[in-house]
């Protein structure tokens, strides 16, 4: 159980003060990444990887201020940031079936996604716990993005698309972090040490999404035309 901290600021009393700074940091990280993205490659896979990124930064925003002012806002907004992270999972998941080459896989793969996206929204405000934004997360991350890129790699032979779930192989540090409550004290506790982990592994992530972006934009580019330079 989290015990939670207070500052008191100009009258008012704010909850969790490093939970928040911690939140607003993964946040500028997922802005970056996700700005990065979008506006330096231009296909399928790395447009909604960036909205991933974007829509994660603003669930971290909304997050870490839900946290600060619980006292006044309530368990809402709570709601709110869970439900845009379940967006960001949409975004990834997505994002990941753009690899996929057979049409027919695409197809019920989006089924899927969408299917199970509708499935979160009724469990997340019915039980409205964050073991649902967990437990919807891990299907997005591992169930879709580490086992589509891992197949890409094994039938390509191309290094490249391994670096996405060895990066997410990483965020097992994180969870077990989260999960198991370790914490040094009540100001860190397990959110402010998995936020601090959680750092690197969406930078370690954005880098190497951008690798299998490159790869995808080359594999979209046209073919030259006689008398173009190759």
């Given at each position: ?131 649902v934004v967990k437990f919807n997360s891990t299907l997005g991350l591992i169930g879709f993005a580490f086992i589509i ?82």
């Amino acid at each position: 159980m989290i015990e939670h901290t207070y500052i008191e600021l100009m009258g008012w009393t704010l909850a969790d003060p490093l939970t928040f700074i911690t939140d607003i940091m993964m946040a500028a990280v997922c802005f970056y990444c996700g700005h990065r993205l979008f506006y330096d490659f231009d296909n399928k896979y790395s447009k909604p990887f960036a909205l991933f990124f974007l829509f994660l930064g603003m669930s971290s925003f909304l997050g870490g201020s839900s946290h600060l002012l619980e006292n006044y806002l309530g368990r809402t907004p709570h709601l709110v940031a869970w439900l845009v992270q379940g967006i960001s999972v949409l975004f990834v998941e997505l994002a990941c079936i753009n690899l996929i080459d057979k049409r027919n896989a695409k197809n019920l793969l989006r089924a899927i996604t969408y299917g199970s996206f509708g499935v979160f929204i009724a469990l997340l405000f019915n039980i409205q716990a964050f073991s649902v934004v967990k437990f919807n997360s891990t299907l997005g991350l591992i169930g879709f993005a580490f086992i589509i890129h891992l197949y890409k790699y094994f039938t390509t032979k191309d290094g490249t698309y391994l670096g996405v779930p060895l990066s997410i192989s990483l965020f097992i540090v994180p969870a077990f972090v989260h999960g198991f409550g370790i914490n040094y004290n009540a100001w860190i506790n397990q959110n402010v040490i998995s936020h601090l982990i959680l750092l690197p592994c969406y930078f370690i992530l954005y880098k190497n999404v951008a690798k299998v972006a490159v790869l995808s934009k080359k594999q979209i580019q046209p073919i030259p035309q006689s008398g173009q330079q190759l």
